[in-house]
Every structure is written in structure tokens, then in C-alpha cells.
């Protein structure tokens, strides 16, 4: 069977117009209740990368991920929100944006995310995951459209790579961010590993130009989801008007046979054509994205001196 991306015209992240859209675009997939069930734990995996800019669009909107937090407590399910920033915590990226206040009016906590290893099957074997991603029921997947200096697009496949804990994300981009390839084929096992129920695109306003977090807001006035992130990807790389073979992720799937071209992808809802762009900016200059070893060192060291050193000397003292 094809894979379905469902897709709707949208410009309005009031809550009342965005409960409409967001219940209109996941019907032809079976509506919320298809996806989780009563007493499910629900993990919320937006994108949370960075609690600067608040105004520049660099996260999924607090408006979506409410209105999605929202919907699965109505069918029963027990919602909790987590992802690995690059900068600061989801916790602190969440009140710098206005998200925190939100998800405490519906009770929805917040996790850090702590990391296991796990068997991929794929060409890396292995890669350390979140357990708290791993081991919910439920994983939605709350991507935002954009741009990305190292991989030319950050969607539905790249907003995964916030399940890898912290510390390892660091090291990754030590180890393969001078790689694109490798770094993507990171990416598409990190994405099967996870393997979301559901993923829900914020796509009514993007993040173009230098981005992930240095680009400036883009009117694209589209929402979108499925049950199949590489689908989803393909589906937006055209309607972006970017060669699929120009972001890394695209291409390592289609490689991979994990998606091709739209005549294998059953597009429902709005037609792709009539969400077209002709005017998005890719990044002016493209660059890899290395922590560099003596960032990472530092991190380290003192993240295992706090854990392992301070801590039970505080503890120590206070018995």
C-alpha cells in the first residue's frame, strides 16, 4: 500500500481555527483516537532547538503542540513532552517561548530525555537513543519546516535526531557532521528506530535562509501529517521546489528505498501543486555543523564532575 500524507492550506495558529485544522488534516488518516488509545503514554517530540529568536519561527509553535496535547488527553491518552535541545533545555526552550505556561494549564510534564543504547539492524548497528521515546506507547513527531545550513532541510526525519540524548548529539556531529552522507544515514536509522505513530507538520509559517536558527520567518500557510516521515519529506521537498537529491535525509532514503518519487505516495487533502513555493531561501552558504572536540571535552568533564563528583560531596555533607 502507499503511504498517505495528508495535507491542508492553513494561516491561522489561533487555537479555535488550528483545532479545526489540525482534526480536518488528520481525518482522512482516521482522526486522533486512530493513533492513541486510553491510558497510552504519548511522547510530544516537537522541535524545541533553541530558546533564541522566540520571534523567528526556529521551534514548532506552542499553538500546535497544545492543540495536539489537548486532543490526545480527550481520547485518554497521558501526553508528556521531551526533546534534546541544542541549546539549554526543553524546559527552559519552553518558558523562553511561551510553552511551558501552556502545557502547565493541561498538566502535561516535561521530560529530559536519558539515553540507552539500541539495535538498529541498519548499517550503524547500534545507536543511543532516548528511552523515554523508546520505551512510550505513543510517539508523535512535531516537525517544523526548515532550512538547514548543513543539510539544506530540517523536517520530519531530522526533528528525531532531538530523541538522541544530549551529550551524544554533540559527539555525532563530532563524528559524522563533517559527513553528510554518514550523518544522514545516522538520521534515517535514528528515524526508524523511533518509528512515530504519527507525525504532524508545522509548515504555516517556516524558518528560511540560514537556519536551523539563523533564517527568518516564511510564510508557507500548510499543515501536514502521516504515519510515514519519509513520505512526508519527499511530499515537502517539492512543494519547497528543492532537489530531493539536495537534502542529504531525502536522498539517503530514497537510496535506501524507504521513498521515491510522488506517483508512490497517496496525497490526500489539499493538492501539493496548490501549496507550491517558487521564492523559498536556501541557506547562502552551507557549512558542517562540528561542536569541535574541545567544546565537547569541556561538556563532558563537567557533566561527569557534577554527577559524579559534587553531588554526592553535597550529599555527603548534609548527612
Known amino acids: 500500500m502507499k503511504p498517505i500524507v495528508s495535507l491542508l492550506k492553513a494561516n491561522d495558529y ?93 498538566d502535561v510534564p516535561i521530560v529530559e530525555f536519558h539515553g540507552d543504547r539500541y539495535a538498529t539492524g541498519g548499517a ?89 536558527s539563523g533564517g527568518e520567518p516564511k510564510a508557507l500557510g500548510l499543515l501536514a501529517a502521516t504515519q510515514d516521515v519519509f513520505a512526508l519529506d519527499r511530499v515537502i521537498v517539492e512543494i519547497l521546489g528543492v532537489d530531493p537529491m539536495q537534502v542529504p535525509t531525502v536522498a539517503a532514503s530514497i537510496r535506501a528505498g524507504l521513498c521515491s518519487d510522488l506517483s508512490h505516495i497517496e496525497i490526500v487533502g489539499d493538492a501539493w501543486e496548490s501549496l507550491q513555493v517558487s521564492d523559498w531561501q536556501l541557506p547562502s552558504t552551507m557549512m558542517p555543523i562540528d561542536f569541535g572536540a574541545p567544546r565537547v571535552l569541556k561538556s563532558t568533564f563537567k557533566h561527569l564532575y557534577i554527577k559524579f563528583i559534587k553531588e554526592p560531596m553535597s550529599a555527603y555533607a548534609r548527612s
Open 14 to 106: 489561533g487555537l479555535k481555527a488550528l483545532r479545526g485544522s489540525i482534526e480536518q488534516l488528520l481525518e482522512p488518516l482516521g482522526g486522533i483516537d486512530r493513533f492513541v488509545k486510553s491510558g497510552d503514554r504519548v511522547l510530544l517530540k516537537p522541535n524545541l532547538l533553541t530558546g533564541a529568536r522566540p520571534t523567528k519561527e526556529c521551534i514548532t509553535r506552542p499553538e500546535i503542540i497544545y492543540t495536539v496535547a489537548q486532543m490526545v488527553k480527550e481520547v485518554g491518552g497521558k501526553p508528556f513532552l521531551g526533546d534534546s535541545p541544542a541549546f539549554g533545555s526543553a524546559k527552559g526552550v519552553a518558558r523562553t517561548n511561551g510553552l511551558l505556561e501552556m502545557l502547565e494549564e493541561l
Open 124 to 212: 550503524l548497528q547500534h545507536l543511543r537513543l532516548s528511552k523515554e521515546a523508546m520505551n512510550a506507547d505513543v510517539v508523535i513527531n512535531l516537525p517544523k519546516v526548515k532550512s538547514h545550513m548543513q543539510l539544506t532541510l530540517t523536517i520530519s526525519v531530522k526533528n528525531l535526531f532531538g530523541c538522541v540524548p544530549g551529550k551524544m548529539k554533540a559527539w555525532w556531529h563530532m563524528e559524522a557532521g563533517k559527513d553528510a552522507e554518514k550523518f544522514a544515514q545516522m538520521l534515517i536509522e535514528t528515524a526508524q528506530a523511533i518509528s512515530p505513530q504519527l507525525t504532524i507538520l508545522d509548515g504555516i509559517i517556516g524558518h528560511e535562509g540560514n537556519g536551523p
